[in-house]
């Protein structure tokens, strides 16, 4: 059984992992702003208030995550603990002998970073260069993105282009033939890509800054 306070971890949690605050979690999910503010989990007689149902069932649908990674955030100790993921500087992103045809690492020029167990999803970090992401992401963030995470719109992603550009951007618009990005720097374009002069594009699951 879950306890009110995991349950609460668990939203932290799942917020951090996908690059959000709480509040920034409760409005992608539809909420009020404040939901998950730490003053709204206890009254002010003391008494414990849990988010709903409902609640729940938004964060999943806007995050894209699984009960079981609820859960699984929900756990103190989680099994696992913490693991090594690769790390790639942002140039050298670049370079397709360091990629899988399905944008995975490969080769042995990677270093390595210890970040929370993804048991759930192939990921990869990355770490930002220049300026042209700010102010979201800065020179020297890293980012933790995955190849393989479902794809949905608002979501924040990084794209590798046949030709070796790499690029941060919004998801805007996805059809069969083109992928409509936008630019999270607004002194940078917009862009429409055609989906056949890219390489892979990765959900960006978390952010160090």
């Keep these: 059984m879950l306890t009110h306070g995991q ?31 730490k003053s709204k989990r206890v009254s ?17 649908g806007a995050t894209g995550a699984s009960l079981q990674e609820f859960i699984t955030l929900a756990d103190p100790n989680p099994t696992g603990g913490h693991a090594t993921i690769p790390l790639v500087g942002w140039a050298q992103a670049g370079a397709g002998r360091l990629f899988t045809p399905d944008g995975m690492p490969a080769g042995t020029a ?33 980012l933790i993105v995955s190849p393989t995470a479902t794809l949905r719109k608002g979501d924040r992603v990084v794209v590798r282009l046949l030709n070796g550009e790499v690029m941060a951007k919004e998801l805007k618009r996805r ?35």
């Design 175 to 209: 059809t069969a033939r083109t992928v409509e990005l936008s630019s999270l720097n607004k002194e940078h374009e917009d862009r429409v890509v055609p989906v056949t002069e890219i390489a892979w594009m990765a959900r960006v699951l978390w952010a160090r800054q």
């Design 44 to 60: 002010p007689d003391g008494r414990q208030r849990w988010p709903s149902t409902e609640s729940i069932a938004k964060v999943l």
């Design 7 to 37: 349950v609460w971890t668990a939203i932290d949690r799942l917020a951090e992992r996908y690059g959000m605050s709480a509040s920034g979690l409760a409005r992608k999910a539809g909420l009020d702003a404040t939901s998950f503010n």
């Design 110 to 142: 990677w270093e390595e970073i210890e970040f929370p167990d993804f048991s759930l999803d192939k990921v990869f970090a990355i770490e930002v260069s220049g300026d042209s992401m700010q102010p979201l992401y800065r020179d020297g963030d890293v």
